[in-house]
């Protein structure tokens, strides 16, 4: 019920490219749906993030996709750049709740 | 604002050894997580604190971890015995009232 599933575990996507990574997740209750942004060496950092009362939400290049009744999400990354290359992890939490349970992340390499 | 500091930023102990790390979160900030990041599991939560007061912790994998939070602006996560498959990285994140957490740049723990 806690669990988030994430896919693709890599990918790889030519600079100018779209990249996608898809969430999905069991527990109804979730309704606070967050992505995170982790270089090598570094802590994860909110990315963007999105509630169940809009389907899409976009700041710059990224883009959240929301299906509630698929119970899944995704991240979009418009014009992938090379400094787009990190690990991705999905996350979610209901609300009031203070613990994210994360995807088991995505890593994430554009190529020139 | 520093932002989440952690110390050490890398440790090397040997099995059996005592292991102490440490965190200050953001000032103002009333929530403090800390996680453990490996290859296998991904980012698992340890324990959490609300005003300086242990909420959850199922997280903790067993007794010889220990989390403190003698007060708002530091916390420890104390490893006693430390053991091989303690190694990772050991993340601590703080919180305001809002949903996003704002994570330190880790801890690498290896223990030979």
């Known amino acids: 019920q806690q669990q988030v599933k994430q896919s693709p575990q890599s990918l790889i996507v030519q600079k100018g490219g779209i990249s996608i990574i898809n969430c999905a997740y069991e527990n109804t209750a979730f309704d606070y749906f967050p992505w995170y942004q982790q270089f090598p060496g570094k802590g994860p950092a909110l990315l963007i993030a999105i509630r169940p009362d809009v389907s899409e939400k976009k700041e710059g290049r990224f883009t959240i996709s929301f299906n509630k009744s698929a119970k899944q999400f995704s991240l979009h990354i418009m014009d992938s750049q090379p400094g787009d290359s990190a690990t991705y992890f999905c996350?979610?939490?209901?609300?009031?709740?203070?613990?994210?349970?994360f995807g088991t992340g995505t890593r994430l390499t554009i190529i020139p | 604002d520093a932002g989440v500091i952690q110390s050490p930023r890398h440790e090397v102990t040997e099995m059996g050894q005592e292991v102490t790390l440490r965190c200050k979160p953001i000032?103002?900030?009333?929530?403090l997580f800390w996680y453990r990041q490996t290859m296998m599991r991904g980012l698992e939560l340890l324990i959490y604190f609300n005003n300086n007061v242990p909420i959850d912790d199922s997280g903790m994998p067993e007794d010889r971890f220990s989390a403190k939070m003698p007060n708002a602006s530091f916390s420890t996560l104390k490893i006693q015995p430390s053991e091989p498959r303690d190694s990772a990285v050991y993340f601590c994140a703080s919180r305001t009232y809002r949903d996003e957490q704002f994570f330190g740049p880790g801890t690498r723990l290896t223990v030979l």
């Open positions: 000032s103002g900030h009333n929530s």
């Open positions: 996350a979610a939490t209901p609300f009031g709740n203070e613990k994210l349970t």
